[in-house]
């Protein structure tokens, strides 16, 4: 299916110890750090089907078209190194494209064409997303399918904390808008595409201010838009969650593991 995606792509774009007890000022800061990371994996997180955060399972094939060779291979290079720092492998030997990222000028009349002609296809995950992806108006928009027991195959359970399917992301699509993103420079899109690639975000308009995702959305500051430290939190506490577990247990991990990382890194700069 992905080869038949990939020709209609091509024709369209041709031509424990006791501590003291915190004060009450701690305890509001705490407690807004918290609320705020909450916030933040609730806006990103994009439940499949089966009610579960989807991920890549352990290899990755990106391909990119649209730009020159020189611009492709970094784009490819970034995605390759935020990956394997997540325990991924890139371009495994053998690895057919699984990933592909196009460029160009007319995404918008692309998207809407191709959930047109591959609405069997692209709408599996459900038809909100396939009409998210055809009608958002951000100058990037993705869509991805899985397999509900990629990680393993579906086993039986009869918990309330886990559930028999496993979903792995087994394709995901990238369109870029090329008119949209002169502004931003190459390290800064493939940073936003690395972001997009692995985290499979939902599809939305309003982004965290912490996350490279709003950088088409806010102001640009003296600084480059790079992968945030919420970005790379985020990022590992999605891939270190349970596979198996259900959509607000994998939520909390992210949050813990956010957590962790941001007091973690309180205490280096004390």
Do not use: H
Not at 42 to 62: F, G, K, M, Y
Not at 106 to 116: M, N, R, S, V
Not at 223 to 252: C, H, M, V
């Amino acid at each position: 299916m992905l080869k038949s995606l990939a020709i209609t792509l091509a024709l369209l774009v041709a031509p424990s110890s006791t501590t003291p007890a915190p004060s009450d000022g701690d305890i509001v800061v705490e407690g807004r750090k918290r609320e705020a990371l909450q916030e933040f994996v609730q806006a990103l997180t994009d439940a499949d089907r089966t009610r579960q955060l989807a991920r890549w399972n352990r290899a990755i094939c990106p391909s990119i078209v649209g730009v020159d060779e020189g611009q492709a291979a970094l784009i490819e290079q970034n995605i390759a190194r935020v990956a394997e720092s997540l325990g991924l492998q890139a371009y495994p030997q053998g690895c057919p494209t699984t990933m592909l990222i196009v460029f160009d000028n007319e995404a918008q009349a692309i998207g809407a064409a191709l959930a047109k002609n591959q609405t069997v296809f692209l709408g599996q995950q459900g038809r909100d997303r396939l009409t998210d992806f055809a009608e958002t108006k951000n100058p990037v928009r993705w869509i991805s399918l899985s397999d509900p027991c990629g990680f393993g195959g579906c086993t039986l359970t009869g918990s309330r904390l886990s559930k028999s399917e496993r979903p792995a992301i087994n394709m995901m699509l990238v369109l870029v808008d090329g008119q949209e993103i002169g502004a931003f420079g190459l390290n800064e899109i493939s940073d936003y595409l690395s972001m997009v690639a692995l985290g499979n975000p939902v599809l939305g308009e309003a982004w965290p201010n912490t996350s490279i995702l709003s950088m088409f959305s806010r102001e640009r500051e003296d600084q480059p838009f790079l992968l945030t430290d919420n970005d790379r939190a985020y990022l590992t506490g999605l891939y270190t969650s349970r596979t198996d577990a259900t959509g607000p247990l994998q939520r909390r991990s992210i949050i813990e593991k956010m957590t962790n990382s941001d007091d973690a890194a309180g205490e280096q700069s004390d």
